[in-house]
């Protein structure tokens, strides 16, 4: 086991603490597996009670996946993008349907991939220094991990307008849309660990009761004042369409929101919002198993690859899309990323 990851019991706790706080804990393949093997051995075993996972270092829980990697490998021609996926999509279900409370202390910096390993949890512990993102347009990506799943089934439009534009949420925020459970203020987090280490939780409400002793109010979210915005600028299926809206818009949210649009991959903005209206109806293992299609064929596109060029290799943070505009992309391009892979390449899942 990876020393990236540090899985262990504690009392009727299984503990995982991610390990690399130098990459803010991004997540590589080993501790996918890792991970994935930890939850595998805890899942009949009746000393564990529930699991508590955390990040090491103060700035991130988890940061995204080995995103270098699967440019690099994608570039080759090689496999390792697309084992990263499948495994990853797996961890994602594992967490999704785990029979036991998975407890996610999402305090620092909780993007893409660190979403994928805590929003599918039964309980999100939001902190003061809770950063929460899926910011995958701007690199010529879509908000995966179960992104096309949870986004869609927050209020209103909120998730088309988190996976459009990257919109970068902070405790209340996170509360307020649901993401995340509870909130405990970063400072009591070690309290807050400490005692569920140490509690029987044997009984149905053990958790809850902890959980609620060590929360506070982490002040009133900015998405009280903009959800009649958000909701509005981002009915519909059309992107264009909404960034006409916004565009027509005179108000500053609006002025500022069409600006972060502008700088996105045209394709990706298509792809995410056709994956987030086509995974709202879906159950979890068919949107996974899209979400596998999808990140394969970005990898046969060009985005991805000049927006990890530009924001990760050269950080010039000067994308060149192609197309260039929403009007250039061709809706038939964006319909065949759906299209099922060879049988092979399809996502499997644990214990099936």
């Not at 369409?241 to 600006?259: L, N």
Request: aromatic letters at 6%.
């Amino acid at each position: 086991m990876t020393d990236e990851i540090i899985a262990r019991k504690v009392g009727q706790v299984g503990r995982i603490t991610l390990n690399r706080p130098k990459a803010l804990n991004a997540l590589s393949m080993g501790m996918v597996h890792a991970m994935t093997e930890a939850l595998v051995a805890w899942k009949d075993d009746d000393t564990v009670k529930a699991v508590v996972v955390d990040g090491e270092g103060e700035k991130g829980f988890c940061a995204g996946g080995d995103i270098r990697m699967l440019h690099d490998s994608g570039k080759a021609g090689g496999e390792d993008a697309w084992r990263f996926w499948h495994d990853e999509y797996q961890l994602n279900t594992l967490i999704k349907l785990y029979p036991k409370p998975y407890v996610a202390l999402i305090d620092g910096i909780t993007m893409g991939g660190g979403v994928g390993i805590s929003v599918h949890g039964s309980h999100r512990v939001a902190g003061d220094r809770t950063m929460l993102a899926m910011p995958e347009t701007g690199i010529g990506f879509f908000p995966d991990v179960g992104g096309t799943y949870f986004l869609p089934r927050l209020s209103g439009e909120t998730g088309m307008w988190m996976g459009l534009t990257g919109a970068r949420l902070k405790a209340p925020d996170a509360l307020a849309t649901g993401i995340a459970t509870h909130y405990t203020p970063s400072d009591d987090l070690p309290g807050l660990i400490a005692a569920l280490e140490q509690a029987d939780l044997s009984g149905e409400d053990d958790l809850e009761v902890i959980l609620e002793e060590f929360s506070g109010d982490p002040g009133d979210s900015d998405l009280a004042l903009t959800n009649g915005l958000i909701d509005a600028a981002f009915a519909g299926d059309d992107v264009a369409a909404m960034v006409a809206r916004i565009e027509g818009a005179g108000d500053p949210w609006s002025q500022k929101q069409a600006k972060i649009l502008a700088t996105k991959s045209p394709t990706a903005l298509k792809l995410t919002c056709a994956a987030l209206r086509s995974g709202a109806d879906k159950d979890f293992k068919d949107v996974m198993a899209q979400e596998l299609r999808l990140s394969v064929r970005c990898l046969e596109g060009t985005d991805f690859y000049e927006g990890v060029r530009a924001v990760i290799i050269d950080k010039d943070n000067a994308p060149n899309w192609s197309p260039a505009t929403l009007d250039a992309v061709d809706d038939a391009a964006i319909a065949a990323y759906f299209e099922p892979l060879p049988a092979d390449k399809e996502l499997s899942f644990i214990g099936d």
